[in-house]
């Protein structure tokens, strides 16, 4: 079916089309489209117009474009949630319906390194909690959490309590109170420790969130690396005019 013409951009007119598609049915997730030949044929645009259209579609998730392989709708995510909040990982897959889950890998204590010297301001050679915990969603692995703490911030029994949460050990002192954190995104390929563990395949996207989490004194208090599968989870900010 090819497009009609509007007032819009073809491209624009492209991709609305391909996205009525994918959300009919017409096309499934990790399915292949059609080559770009057979695409602006049935279509009736370019292919200079179908590419902006496709990349601008990758840009938002929707397809994956793989060197010599082909062009593949992705699934889309089953977790969503906007960043301004502090919630946990268990009340995103909760509110998908799913029941949450952790798998304890491992909690380690270890003297600090310069990095976490000057990311804790605590002294050179200060023991640092290394907490490796894998959280699965109705029983699939789909969060790999790596998260550090000053030994001295958390109770003395923590190291033999595996399913503690961290944040109410850091809490139950009453001297810590977890206010605020900052976050950063980045995007990763394969990677060698986590993508297995994760099941991902060699081609799947993991987002990854590193949050510095500070307490009412403006101490920082934890130091978290949290590896989401990118087919299952997708993160919004609300962005107000100022």
Known sequence: MTIKSDHRHLYLQVIDHLKTDIANGVFKENEKLPSEFELSKSL?????????????????????????????????????????????????????GMMPGTTYISSTAAPSNEEDVKRFQCDDGA??????????????????????????????????????SIFQALERS?????????????????????SPILNCKADQALLVLK??????????????????????????VVRKRV
């Not at 969603?137 to 969060?143: K, L, N, Q, S, T």
């Not at 001297?175 to 420790?193: L, N």
């Open 44 to 96: 009736g645009v370019s292919r200079a117009t179908l590419r902006e259209a496709l990349r601008l579609l990758e840009e938002e998730n929707i397809i994956v474009r793989r060197h010599g392989v082909g062009t593949f709708v992705n699934p889309k995510p089953v977790f969503t949630s906007g960043i301004e909040q502090l919630s946990s990982i268990s009340s995103m897959i909760e509110e998908a």
């Open 127 to 164: 023991s640092i909690v290394t907490i490796k915990r894998v959280r699965n969603a109705d029983g699939e692995p789909v969060v790999y959490c790596v998260d550090q703490v000053p030994e001295t911030y958390l109770p003395g029994d923590f190291l033999t309590q595996e399913n503690t």
């Open 174 to 194: 009453g001297d810590i109170h977890v206010s605020y954190a900052i976050t950063y995104i980045d995007p990763i390929g394969y990677h060698s420790e986590v």
């Open 211 to 236: 949050q510095v989490h500070y307490d009412d004194n403006d101490r920082v208090v934890l130091y978290s690396r949290n590896y989401f599968r990118a087919d299952k989870f997708s993160f919004h």
